[in-house]
């Protein structure tokens, strides 16, 4: 099954986006955490288990209390053992100097929050499609992009 | 200028005018005839000895040759008044003693005219060289009051460092007396003995120096940037050395303190306007972040509970989520509009015509709602500028004439280009409802809106259109006759000749 991880501190923004994936086909499990520490904690526990990070995806907002979300991709760099596992960010506002940055740090793509509920689906499953390609079961190939 | 006062030595040598002086010598003769006999017949005195007086006054009144022949002419004069009284004139004046008398006055009345020739020369010397000497002190006050009026700093110098003149504009800039003039080394000034090195050496290979900077340092400590121009003065000898430096200073810190004070203004402008590029960024970040709460459970409620309320109910709920979805566009244009300015600009060479087919194909499914006509001129020109902010220029036009024509109306949009120079004038007319005139100032206000009730929109696209032109340094304007139309027009550099852009 795939899973994303949410990086969120918003809880309306949480909820949203939860209500948004409850709405996929194939389903996506969810799991939530409101900071960069809980989230480091949560993918060490995760890669720990064998194949634990594979099809799943990050989705980061980068204003965050206490480390930012430019931190979280920083340590995810630092890993090699995390080089597959894709995180994206979202933002409420675009900012190209941050979408620079982000980019910069290593993340796969930097999308701005829609105002339209309709369209997060369409966004989560492109994500998907581009950075988890092939569905589950062959989660674990890079995606080159 | 004309004399101011005759030549007394002159007046007494030369009796003018020419009849006065033919009067007086009339009149000498005249005398001396009258009174040669009775004088004569006296005894004890030669013919030739009474004939010296009127030689000498017509020698003095006509010169040398005057009084040569006055002499010769006074010998026939004498023979003639003798023989009128019965003496055998002609026998006097030829016999013994008289030959040698007549020979002496004529050379007495040469001697005289000549003397007074010489002296006339020599008058005639002195007057030229006085009137020399006076030119020259003229001059010379008049260089020296240049010299000492000006309030450039002057000064002559010899390259052993001492002053040998200065004006008091120097003397004020040094902050020095004049009475300490000549204790002023000049090598101690140099703040770099060096510059004051290369300054001689420069003078001593060209003979002059044209702005060269220095800084010195005064006696109280201060420094001064200056720029020197000078020149050389070489002394006799073979080897010609420089033995002065003539030259005069200009104080340029001024200029660097209002060059600094200008960059930090500069500085400071820049610093508020980044301030309030985050301001409003951060802003439209907030603003944004409960849009999308807002926005995101009215879509939800929108999509999948309308049924559960009556008609009045989904009438309410349509317009929070249209008033999100308006909302939205407004703050996404607000940060379009924020990013134009902060944006860095290329300079680069645009076809005109990619970009225009750029907006078109941008904003088809608009024009094909409207059932709009987009004609294109064929050949436009290329431009100079940065290809971001032309898009957002050529789309924010297109987008407005095809936006502000009547509903029963079909759009008809016309984009044409000339050539004006060295500028482009690309032009975009529709068939809209038109701008008054009164209103054209505010058509390209941020946030401002016409007509709000007819046509929908957030008021920035044109400013944007503005502000992308400014960017580009071009210009902005339009013509229009309300109710036919409006033709838009924007002016921007024309591209660089592409031989000059293979040679950078």
Request: net charge negative; aromatic share 8%; hydrophobic share 45%.
């Amino acid at each position: 099954m795939r899973w994303a991880l949410l990086i969120e501190d918003e809880a309306d923004h949480r909820l949203l986006i939860r209500e948004a994936m409850a709405r996929m086909s194939p389903p996506v499990e969810l799991f939530e955490v409101g900071a960069a520490t809980e989230a480091i904690a949560w993918v060490r526990e995760r890669a720990a288990e064998p194949d634990g990070l594979a099809g799943g995806l990050v989705i980061l907002d980068l204003g965050l209390p206490g480390p930012s979300g430019f931190r979280f991709l920083e340590w995810v760099r630092e890993h090699r053992a995390l080089d597959d596992l894709p995180v994206v960010v979202l933002t409420a506002s675009e900012n190209p100097m941050d979408a620079e940055h982000a980019f910069f740090l290593g993340a796969k793509g930097y999308y701005q929050k829609p105002a339209d509920f309709r369209r997060y689906v369409d966004l989560f499953e492109r994500a998907f499609r581009i950075h988890r390609p092939g569905g589950p079961s062959s989660a674990g190939a890079q995606s080159g992009s | 200028m004309r004399r101011e006062r005759r030549n007394p030595f002159r007046s007494s040598l030369v009796i003018e005018p020419a009849w006065r002086r033919w009067t007086a010598a009339a009149l000498a003769v005249l005398v001396y005839a009258a009174a040669f006999v009775p004088l004569y017949r006296q005894g004890g005195v030669g013919a030739s000895a009474l004939a010296v007086f009127p030689v000498v006054i017509l020698g003095w009144l006509f010169g040398a040759w005057g009084g040569l022949l006055a002499g010769v002419g006074s010998a026939f004069l004498n023979a003639l008044l003798l023989s009128f009284v019965g003496e055998p004139g002609w026998a006097i004046v030829t016999g013994p003693g008289g030959m040698e008398g007549s020979a002496l006055v004529v050379v007495v009345g040469a001697v005289i005219g000549l003397l007074r020739d010489l002296g006339l020369r020599l008058d005639r010397h002195l007057t030229e060289w006085r009137k020399a000497e006076r030119a020259l002190r003229s001059a010379e006050d008049r260089y020296r009051l240049l010299f000492e009026r000006s309030r450039d700093p002057m000064y002559v110098s010899r390259p052993d460092g001492r002053i040998v003149e200065a004006n008091d504009a120097m003397l004020r800039l040094l902050g020095e007396q004049r009475s300490d003039l000549h204790e002023i080394d000049v090598n101690a000034l140099y703040e770099d003995p060096l510059d004051r090195e290369r300054f001689m050496r420069e003078v001593a290979r060209a003979g002059f120096v044209e702005d060269f900077p220095v800084r010195l340092r005064l006696a109280n400590g201060t420094t001064l940037d200056c720029l020197i121009t000078a020149s050389a003065r070489y002394g006799a000898g073979p080897e010609r050395p420089v033995v002065e430096y003539q030259g005069s200073l200009r104080n340029v810190s001024e200029n660097r303190t209002l060059h600094s004070l200008a960059e930090r203004r500069t500085h400071e402008l820049q610093e508020v306007v980044h301030e309030l590029e985050s301001f409003t960024y951060s802003v439209s970040h907030d603003l944004r972040t409960h849009l999308v709460t807002m926005g995101g459970f009215a879509s939800i409620l929108w999509t999948e509970y309308r049924e559960h309320l009556d008609e009045k109910g989904q009438n309410f709920l349509e317009r929070i989520v249209t008033a999100s979805r308006r909302m939205d566009a407004f703050v996404q244009d607000l940060l379009n509009y924020s990013r134009i300015g902060r944006m860095p600009v290329s300079e680069e060479r645009v076809e005109l015509s990619e970009i225009v087919a750029t907006a078109v194909a941008t904003l088809a499914p608009m024009a094909e709602t409207r059932g709009a006509r987009i004609d294109v001129a064929p050949d436009l020109p290329a431009v100079q500028g940065d290809r971001t902010l032309l898009e957002r220029v050529v789309e924010n036009l297109l987008s407005n004439a095809l936006k502000f024509v009547p509903e029963d109306r079909a759009p008809e949009v016309s984009i044409r280009a000339e050539v004006e120079e060295r500028r482009v004038r690309l032009k975009v007319r529709d068939n809209g409802v038109g701008i008054e005139s009164v209103d054209v100032e505010r058509a390209f206000k941020a946030f401002e809106r016409l007509d709000p009730a007819r046509f929908p929109g957030t008021g920035v696209g044109l400013s944007i259109v503005e502000k992308a032109v400014d960017r580009l340094g071009g210009d902005v304007g339009v013509r229009s006759v309300p109710g036919q139309g409006s033709t838009f027009w924007v002016l921007l550099p024309l591209a660089l000749p592409a031989e000059l852009v293979e040679d950078e």
